[in-house]
């Protein structure tokens, strides 16, 4: 229990669509004085929900999520509510996944092979007002920043329903699959797909695949 002045713990919302990756973080977080998880959640759309009634002090981020992935959920949150701290948690470490996550708002990245104490460390000092990134990936995000070659993805243009389209296009499912998925109508979905290879520069379904393939759609 907190003595008498004592701060209040932060509050820490887990959002990852492994349940036992969930409990395993509940469980560091719970281990530290003056940090507590007030929920935990499996996708984008129910942590933009927890985000909302719960009131985090702090949201823990995983980017592959389903239904709404977790640069779709971090924008939303934070259109919401922008005194929202965010860090993203992820097995994806390229400097285009570390780019897009902090021009989506967020104030950290960790990627999932770090111990424990870094996810701790990146906590307290993404409350104390600073960013955190993983040692890791630092300094190749410094290069490619420094050297000019964080140009804006394509995948950047795509709306995010335009992206949950193409993540099922990928996925390997038909029209009828995506339009029952997304609710939409089997010819809405051929016009998004047509819209997309347009906005994306390609001919065919193949090429479209191979394209978010190569910028790691899968992942976002």
């Not at 984008?44 to 985090?56: E, H, I, R, T």
């Not at 709404?68 to 996944?97: F, K, W, Y």
């Not at 960013?131 to 995948?155: C, E, N, Q, W, Y």
Request: net charge positive; aromatic share 2%; proline share 3%.
């Amino acid at each position: 229990m907190n003595g008498a002045g004592a701060l209040p713990p932060i509050k820490i919302l887990v959002v990852d669509d492994h349940g036992i990756v969930r409990e395993a973080l509940t469980i560091l977080i719970e281990r530290q004085s003056g940090m507590t998880v007030v929920g935990s959640v499996a996708n984008g759309a129910d942590a933009v929900s927890a985000a909302q009634s719960l009131k985090p002090d702090l949201i823990l981020m995983d980017l592959v999520l389903r239904d709404m992935n977790g640069l779709d959920a971090t924008r939303r949150i934070l259109m919401l509510q922008p005194m929202s701290r965010i860090i993203v948690l992820s097995a994806c470490r390229t400097t285009e996944h570390v780019y897009r996550a902090l021009r989506a708002g967020a104030r950290g990245y960790v990627v999932k092979e770090a111990l424990g104490a870094e996810l701790v460390k990146a906590i307290t000092t993404v409350m104390s007002g600073e960013r955190f990134l993983s040692p890791g990936i630092t300094p190749l995000f410094v290069d490619h920043l420094l050297s000019g070659a964080l140009t804006k993805s394509p995948m950047e243009s795509l709306s995010a329903r335009e992206r949950q389209v193409l993540q099922r296009i990928v996925a390997g499912a038909s029209s009828a699959d995506i339009a029952a998925h997304l609710c939409l109508s089997r010819k809405t979905v051929d016009t998004y797909r047509g819209r997309l290879m347009t906005k994306l520069g390609v001919a065919n379904r193949s090429a479209l695949i191979r394209l978010a393939v190569e910028h790691e759609m899968m992942a976002l």
